[in-house]
């Protein structure tokens, strides 16, 4: 069969030739009904029964992989799409460099791989159930449609996950697709593996935040990972990051539009309040900004960690592009520089490369986001206003590695707690932000109308126009 295409007649779309192993595809297919029921209840409430304008993978080309139209979510074709196999694929960092890929779980490494997969896999459906009552004040058609989209294809980057479980890790692997249905995003009792994935989010803002900071932690997770020695799961991984490149740009654009917006409100004036005219004032959505990328920055795991070079040196996790961006694949000679603190100051201490692969990481994540800040201030700057995004430094707020017991300042600096806390409204989304933010979505469901508070995107999606009814309601009442 052609790999590059999509077996749309199987109950389970897949490039797999799944219906060559019957076993695995009626495991599958016992699952199946669990992830609907999943949707159906953790997923967006209120608009099962509605016509989204969706795209659908149907080839895992670089080019041209996607066919929009409309569906109802409940409907869409969620499947296991894997980037063809290479012939002759060598293992590109680690112990095993220069040594034959991976096409079954090397027995030794089981365990971890299926601890590296299951995270992973963890936050797919965890994103669908935070976001799960936004589409109940979307700014507009076009921006629904983009939140079902990112959502549809969490869920389809969960079928992606629950493959791999499935196919390689026997018994074990299926009772953790059944667990991954069963934990909840900020459910006290059973929550999701990670932090910011039990966080509520209750507004649009925090969701282009989410969209441009967290999910681009999983562009970085899943790089690292398109890199392993096992190679079906970086088959897996380099699909899903096409598919998550559209969920950054749901977020960078979103933020940069209601950034937009207030400069527009504020007409060139460094000092006007938006506030009385219904926008989001600058230094509130900086707070915004402080938030979420610093929760963010906890995914990626302590500064020094042994896990990280485990994972590195057994060749089941790289670095963020690790053919084309590094030279030394063994990473065995150099070290990085890592303040840390020590006896109440920051020094800088040398770990050895392995140990620092989540910094590594870190440090690509970092400036990628930077880029989007670049963008952001453009906005300010052909608005002729002064003021200046930033992104906060590494070590502030954070709840993960070396500066979680410490206070730091967005400048970076170590201060004590009684200092930081007295300026933390300063610095964070406060609740009085949230209200205020609360208070102004509503739901605006007019094709081509925007809420007050964001400016309508540059184009449409897939060359329709801006005012293109995205979704088609089926008439039912809205709550
Ligand atoms: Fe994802
Ligand atoms: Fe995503």
Known sequence: MDISNIDYSERIPNNVDLRSDRRLQRALERWQPNYLDWWRSMGPEGFQEDHV?????????????????????????????????????????GDHLGRDAWDQVPGEYRNLLRRIIVTQADT?????????????????LYDLRNLF????????????????????FGREGREEAEELLER?????????????????????????????????????QLGALAESGFSPLARTTRFMLTEEAHHLFVGQTGVERV?????????????????????????????????WFSLSLDLFGSEVSSNAATFFAQSLKGRFDETRRHEDHRALDEGLIIPVVRGG???????????????????????????ALVRWNRELKKAKLTYRFTLPNRRFHRHQGEYADHFFSPEGDLMDEMDWRAREDEWLATSDDRAYVASLMECV????????????????????????????????DRK
Not at 186 to 208: A, C, T, Y
Not at 449 to 460: H, L, T
């Open 184 to 220: 909840q995003a900020g459910n006290p009792d059973k929550p999701r593996i990670l932090n910011v994935f039990n966080e509520p989010i209750e507004d649009w803002l925090s969701f282009f935040c989410f969209a441009m900071f967290t999910d681009r932690d999983g562009k970085f």
């Open 345 to 371: 100051k920051l020094i800088n201490e040398e770990v050895p490369l392995r140990k620092a692969m989540n910094e590594s990481l870190r440090d690509s994540y970092i400036a990628d986001c930077e880029k």
């Open 259 to 291: 950034i937009r917006r207030t400069a527009e409100m504020m007409n060139g004036d460094d000092d006007a309040n938006v506030r009385p005219l219904g926008g989001i004032p600058l230094d509130l959505i900086q707070r915004y900004i402080n938030r």
């Open 53 to 93: 304008y969706l795209r659908t993978a149907i080839s895992v080309d670089a080019k041209g992989w996607a066919h929009f139209d409309y569906v109802k979510m409940p409907d869409y074709r969620w499947g296991i799409f894997l980037t063809p196999s290479e012939n002759d694929r060598k293992i590109a960092f």
């Open 445 to 476: 469901i007019e094709p081509g109308r925007f809420a007050n508070w964001i400016a309508p995107p540059k184009r449409g999606i897939n060359n329709q126009a801006i005012d293109h009814a995205y979704v088609k309601f089926s008439g039912h």
């Open 149 to 168: 989209q990112v959502n549809v294809e969490e869920g389809r980057h969960l079928w992606a996950m629950v493959y791999l479980l499935h196919r390689y």
């Open 124 to 140: 797919e459906p965890a994103s669908v159930e935070q976001q799960r009552l936004l589409g109940q004040t979307a700014p507009s």
